[in-house]
């Protein structure tokens, strides 16, 4: 199970980050990942992180601005989001993959434990 938390509204240039507290199961041998998703669009990748090694991946619209880790002794998964843009506006996912490879991060169906959401609001 996943539990994200975090979201908020928050002003054009500020920072905000997002939880997703995992439980029931060992995730070192997935892949978590965190999706966004705004009215009328699809849902789209946002960032992942293997569970394990640590290694980060992002999307390009996302790449220097937000930062994707994790803590093994919370069993918690971060995403810390600064400079945000009105277009981050979305309600963002987190999910899990078990042993993912890195061409198949972004797509949504390659995800088979999915959060609850969390509305992250940016105002210009």
Not at 23 to 47: L, N
Not at 94 to 111: D, K
Request: with cysteine.
């Amino acid at each position: 199970q996943l539990q994200a938390s975090g979201g908020g509204l928050v002003q054009a240039g500020g920072s905000l980050r997002l939880s997703c507290a995992a439980s029931g199961r060992t995730f070192s041998d997935y892949v978590m990942g965190w999706f966004r998703q705004a009215p009328g669009k699809e849902r789209e990748f946002v960032a992942a992180i293997r569970w394990s090694a640590g290694t980060t991946y992002y999307a390009d619209s996302v790449k220097g601005r937000f930062t994707i880790s994790r803590d093994n002794a919370k069993n918690t998964v971060y995403l810390q989001m600064s400079s945000l843009r009105p277009e981050d506006t979305a309600v963002y996912y987190c999910a899990a993959a078990l042993r993912l490879i890195v061409s198949m991060m972004r797509f949504p169906s390659s995800y088979n434990t999915w959060g609850q959401g969390t509305q992250v609001t940016v105002s210009s």
